[in-house]
């Protein structure tokens, strides 16, 4: 998190990579433009942006907290938004001045494939006043995003070991072409739940990059962390939640206290609603000790049959 004292400055750059481990030049704002906003619903009055081509200054106006994001944009066409930074503004040393946090963008299939759906939204997408105060870190549930931070990482490790770049660009081209095939048998399944019955209940709030991704709606007893605690009134409002809207199922994950989500099972009960908890759990934060869910691609597919043969499994 940038923390940047009242009346000074965070300088923050990025560096563009091509296809061809270039860097994009973004002395011209006509072809690359790199741009710093406030995020969506982020406090104003805060900081405020002086552009400078390939950085950003931002400079602390008031004491508190806010989140920007960082937009590249070329020949006037929205490449890449990232997801909200946090700022801090205060009194004291802060970070000082001209520190050099890099933000990296890489434009690799960009032009090939669409996105279906905008990251540079809130994080949550959960339809209810929830706030955690803290952003969500699970952006592999999004294999759009996820895509990009392949390519990056290819990226970074090529230009430091120029001799074996081609392989490494290989290699994720090749992984690439995996989560794909991930991301259409993802959508297929998913797709086969009704859209009246797309509600994806968990014991933490973990899945909301995935629901977003394909048209679901989210909630969580718990709150991001783990390590967050749901009170009565948690449980009661959520149950009310999913009696009303008929949701059919709970599910618990492999990191998080179960303790909840049996509790929130009877609290749906004595509404007189219907709701099972799922028999297998779902891997959100951590991956399996054996095959197939030792994997990302093996573990992301446990999570897609789980959610949907549970939920058409309770009619």
């Known amino acids: 998190m940038p923390t940047v004292p009242v009346g000074d400055r965070v300088s923050l750059g990025a560096v563009i990579v091509s296809a061809d481990g270039r860097d994009r030049d973004l002395s011209d704002p006509s072809v690359n433009d790199f741009v710093v906003a406030l995020a969506p619903d982020a406090a104003g009055g805060i900081v405020e942006f002086v552009d400078h081509g390939d950085h950003v200054h931002i400079r602390g106006i008031a004491e508190g907290s806010t989140s920007v994001v960082f937009s590249w944009t070329h020949r006037g066409e929205l490449r890449y938004t990232t997801p909200p930074i946090a700022v801090q503004v205060g009194h004291g040393h802060g970070h000082g001045h ?33 706030d955690h105060g803290e952003h969500d870190p699970h952006i592999w549930h999004d294999l759009d995003i996820w895509v990009v931070a392949v390519e990056a990482i290819a990226e970074r490790i090529a230009l430091a070991d120029p001799a074996n770049a081609a392989t490494y660009r290989a290699n994720a081209q090749a992984y690439i072409a995996e989560l794909r095939e991930l991301q259409a048998y993802a959508r297929q399944r998913l797709n ?61 994950e492999t990191a998080a206290d179960q303790r909840a989500t049996v509790a929130l099972q009877e609290a749906v009960r004595a509404r007189g609603g219907n709701v099972v908890v799922s028999t297998a759990a779902l891997y959100s934060d951590a991956l399996g000790e054996r095959a197939p869910t030792n994997t990302f691609i093996g573990a992301y597919r446990h999570n897609v049959d789980t959610i949907v043969n549970t939920i058409l499994g309770n009619r």
């Not at 890489?106 to 669409?114: A, E, I, K, Q, V």
């Not at 994806?200 to 394909?214: E, I, P, Q």
């Open 98 to 130: 001209d520190h050099g946090h890099s933000h990296e963008s890489h434009d690799h299939d960009h032009d090939s494939h669409g996105h279906d759906h905008d990251h540079e939204a809130d994080h949550h997408d959960h339809d209810h006043d929830h």
């Open 192 to 252: 086969e739940v009704a859209a009246a019955n797309r509600f994806l209940v968990t014991s933490h709030d973990a899945f909301g990059y995935l629901a977003r991704a394909y048209g679901w709606q989210t909630r969580g007893i718990l709150g991001i962390s783990t390590e967050d605690e749901a009170g009565v009134r948690d449980i009661q409002e959520l149950a009310h939640f999913i009696v009303e809207n008929g949701v059919r199922a709970i599910f618990f």
